[in-house]
């Protein structure tokens, strides 16, 4: 089994070998090889590239790019997007999007928690959220624009709104950061949000039983400066740190029990293509 480190290049390299179109297996490791993993860096995922380049570039200088963020985020799937319409993520109208998505499934990710009014649908629920963030517009991009030189302040504004959670939050800031919005946040490497799978990586690398908030962000740091001095791996930021520490956690896990839930597509259950 790898260390992080190990990980890491090696997650590297089976991207660089998949984008090269090198056929398969691109890696030895059998857990590497058989199940689903996020790459290194989030800008490197498939459904971040498609963001990028379709909404939050062409927004990054305007302010509506913040609600496009929102918006997105809140379904995070490309074909939900797509069906939307480029103008519902400047001019929401949830009549319009319901419209458009109704009987169309799964309109939200799996990747993650979308958590909505207990009485509703996905569909419906996701509107109802971002009707509420909607009608008080002036007043979001108000608040992001206050905050604009700290993730932190600005992920702690948008926990105000209804079921808009930790995760969902740091996936909005983090986006964010690539815009004028947040393009001059000082706490890009100092503040991170670590989740469940975040703590237990830190927890297989430093083998500690326990850390705290602070120990666990001081770790983080810790790592993200290792890994400025290492030539061979792409300059990372805290939020490559965290999700990575997260990945780390699953392949730890695989190695252990033998198995994870998510199949890498085109995977048979010894591994080959």
């Not at 001019?91 to 009014?117: M, N, Q």
């Amino acid at each position: 089994m790898m260390n992080f480190w190990e990980f890491i290049r090696e997650r590297i390299a089976i991207y660089h070998k998949k984008q090269d179109g090198q056929p398969r297996p691109w890696t030895e490791d059998r857990v590497l090889n058989k199940y689903y993993f996020c790459n290194i860096y989030r800008e490197w995922d498939k459904t971040t590239i498609w963001f990028k380049d379709n909404l939050r570039d062409p927004l990054k200088d305007n302010e509506s790019v913040i609600f496009a963020t929102v918006i997105f985020r809140w379904f995070n799937r490309i074909e939900t997007a797509v069906r939307m319409g480029p103008e519902l993520f400047v001019d929401w109208d949830s009549k319009e999007a319901k419209k458009r998505l109704r009987g169309y499934s799964p309109v939200v990710t799996g990747a993650y928690i979308i958590k909505t009014p207990n009485d509703m649908n996905k569909l419906d629920g996701v509107c109802w959220c971002i009707d509420q963030m909607w009608k008080r517009k002036g007043y979001v991009i108000d608040l992001m624009r206050t905050q604009f030189g700290s993730l932190e302040m600005m992920h702690s504004s948008l926990l105000e709104f209804p079921y808009m959670g930790d995760f969902m939050a740091y996936e909005v800031v983090t986006d964010l950061r690539h815009t004028k919005i947040g393009e001059q946040a000082r706490d890009v490497n100092t503040w991170g949000n670590p989740g469940p799978g975040c703590k237990r990586g830190l927890k297989y690398v430093f083998h500690e039983s326990v850390f705290n908030k602070q120990e666990r962000l001081r770790a983080m740091i810790n790592l993200l400066q290792q890994s400025w001095d290492m030539p061979d791996i792409p300059k990372m930021e805290l939020r490559d740190i965290e999700s990575s520490l997260c990945e780390y956690s699953k392949y730890v896990a695989g190695h252990h029990s033998g198995k994870l839930k998510r199949l890498y597509r085109g995977s048979q259950s010894d591994g080959s293509k």
